[in-house]
Structure formats: C-alpha cells, structure tokens
C-alpha cells in the first residue's frame, strides 16, 4: 500500500539517493545558499568573556552547519565556539567529522557530537543552554515538530535564537510584524497539502505525523506557545524533466523526493495526478520544467528579561 509522505521511515537508502538528486535537480543552488546565509542569525557572546553555544538538529554531513559556524568566526574572531551536533546518522555524522577534520578555520571550535534523534537528545536533557539553535531541512523528519520546536526553544539561553528553515506551506496571514508572506499557492510545499486532499484515507496517519511539514505548521505552532517570530521566503527552481521520461530512475527518485513518497511511480493514479499539478505550477525553459521549491526561513529571539 502506499503510504504518502514517509519516504525516509519507509525506504531510507531510498530516500538518500532521492536527496542526491533533488540537489542535482535545483537550477541555482546559490540562491539559497545565499537565502539562508542571510537569514540566519548570527549570535553574539552574552557577557565579555563567555563563549557561544550552538546547538545543531540534524546536521546531516555538515556543509550547512560549519558555513554557519564560520559565519560566527567571522563576526567576532575571537570566540571560543561549542557546537552541539544532533544527527542521528553515522554516516552523515563521520562525514561531518571528516569535513571539520579538513578545514583549519574550524579547528577552534569544540564540538561535541550525539550520534542520536532530537527524540533521543532531547530525553536526557543535561540543562545546557545555547545562544543559537537550528533545525535546518529537518523538522520533516523528527516525530512531532511542536515538542522538538519547544525543546530547542527551553534550550535557548536569554536572547539565543531559534532557526528553523523549510518549506514553505500553509502560510495564513498573521499580526507579527515583519512577516512578508507570498500570496499565492505554488509549489513543492503545496504540493504535498494537495496530496493530503486528493488521497485523504490513503493511510490513516494524520499529515503531522509524516514527513509533509511545512512552514505554517511552524508558526502555528510557535503562536501557540506565544512565541514571536520574523520569516522570509526565497523560491528555488527545480528542474523536473526527468519526472516526464517513463524509464528514467532520476525521474523515479526525483518524484519520489518531490512528494517524500516511495515509489510514487508504481502507483499511476498517484504519478499523473502529480505529474499533472507540476506542470500546471511548472515554467518551461528550453528542455527544462520548472518547479518551485518554496522555502521558509523563521527565526525566534528568546528574550525573558523584557
Ligand atoms: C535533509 S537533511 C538536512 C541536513 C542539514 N541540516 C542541511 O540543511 O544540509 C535531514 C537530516 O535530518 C536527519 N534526521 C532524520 N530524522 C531525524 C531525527 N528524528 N532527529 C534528528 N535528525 C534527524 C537526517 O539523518 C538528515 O541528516
């Protein structure tokens, strides 16, 4: 049966190769290397002499979470930087050691790595507390995105940040200042809502307990705890051409990643209907279809002391 929206659960060798080529897929990976780098806060020592503590979920093999740390460095040059890696992957993770292994700008930082899920971390809590704590293209995967988001919230020292960086979906307007919001509805993020209504008992778990995560879900959840935030948007092309060739794996992989599916093309009445809403919400360009992958960047200042 086909169980929308848990590729990674269901197929997770799947669902790295998917990953692979999504990447493969996005037609200008700077715009949202230069999204996020703008959009991500950059935290400051709180007192003269004190350290900045980040604590990192799901870093995956690192590429995003030591620009960050560099971008800290940069800042203040200085300062005596501890990381905290959360990721449950012992591959992504040696990978990640690899990396800081190999970039002398990183070799002051002090690193301390938990080979475990957020679920796992955040079930043992040691009391420490962190200036900056992200969850980059992440919250997707972890059990329930509202216990994790309140987690890392307790975690986060007087003025420590929150980031949180995904798709974007399910935006409704909100009173918070400085929220710019897309009107309309396009996109990989609104594509998995779709699926939700074109197969509504297709498995009996609730959207929230899958993968398909988006970014409304996040403030929602933030407003519930009556937590201020600021977002931003940025929209990524993806090339989805090779979904349209019948024999093509990347095409498989691809339409697999796009709706967090295994093997999405085993079951056509799932494959046209999406195959249909990309190209109503795709541009063509020469031989390239392309889709957008909206993303969401949200970031939370914790300030008790007002
Ligand atoms: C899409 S990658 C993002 C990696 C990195 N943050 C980035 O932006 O490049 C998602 C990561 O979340 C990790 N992950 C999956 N389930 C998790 C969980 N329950 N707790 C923490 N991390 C998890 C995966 O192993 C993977 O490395």
Excluded at 55 to 63: A, H, P, T, V
Excluded at 66 to 82: C, D, E, G, H, T
Aim: glycine share 4%; charged share 25%.
């Amino acid at each position: 049966m086909l169980k929308v929206g848990r590729l990674i659960n269901d197929a997770p060798l799947r669902w790295s190769a998917a990953y692979k080529e999504f990447y493969r897929a996005v037609v200008e990976l700077r715009l949202y290397d230069e999204f996020w780098q703008k959009n991500v806060p950059i935290p400051t020592p709180r007192r003269e002499g004190t350290g900045v503590r980040v604590l990192s979920i799901g870093s995956g093999s690192g590429e995003v979470d030591s620009a960050i740390l560099r971008k800290i460095m940069q800042n203040q040059s200085s300062v005596n930087l501890y990381s905290r890696v959360v990721e449950p992957s012992a591959e992504r993770l040696r990978d990640f050691k690899d990396l800081v292994q190999q970039d002398t700008s990183l070799s002051t930082v002090k690193f301390d790595w938990r080979q475990q899920t957020v679920e796992e971390y955040f079930s043992e809590s040691d009391g420490a507390k962190f200036d900056l704590a992200h969850a980059i293209q992440v919250l997707y995967h972890v059990q329930d995105h509202h216990a994790t988001l309140r987690n890392m919230w307790e975690q986060l020292a007087d003025g420590g940040y929150l980031f949180a960086l995904l798709l974007s979906g399910m935006l409704t307007k909100t009173n918070h200042q400085h929220t710019r919001i897309f009107a309309d509805k396009i996109g990989q993020g609104e594509l998995q809502h779709e699926m939700w209504k074109w197969f509504p008992h297709e498995n009996d778990r609730d959207r929230l307990q899958t993968s398909h995560i988006t970014s409304g879900d996040v403030t929602r959840s933030l407003e519930s705890m009556g937590i201020s935030y600021v977002i931003a948007e940025v929209d990524v092309d993806i090339n989805i051409a090779e979904c349209y060739k019948e024999d093509s794996e990347t095409g498989r992989l691809l339409l697999d990643f796009l709706t967090q599916t295994s093997n999405v093309h085993a079951h056509p009445k799932m494959r046209s209907a999406v195959l249909e809403y990309c190209l109503r919400n795709s541009s063509m360009v020469d031989d390239k279809v392309l889709f957008k992958a909206r993303n969401a960047a949200i970031t939370a200042r914790k300030n008790t002391k007002k």
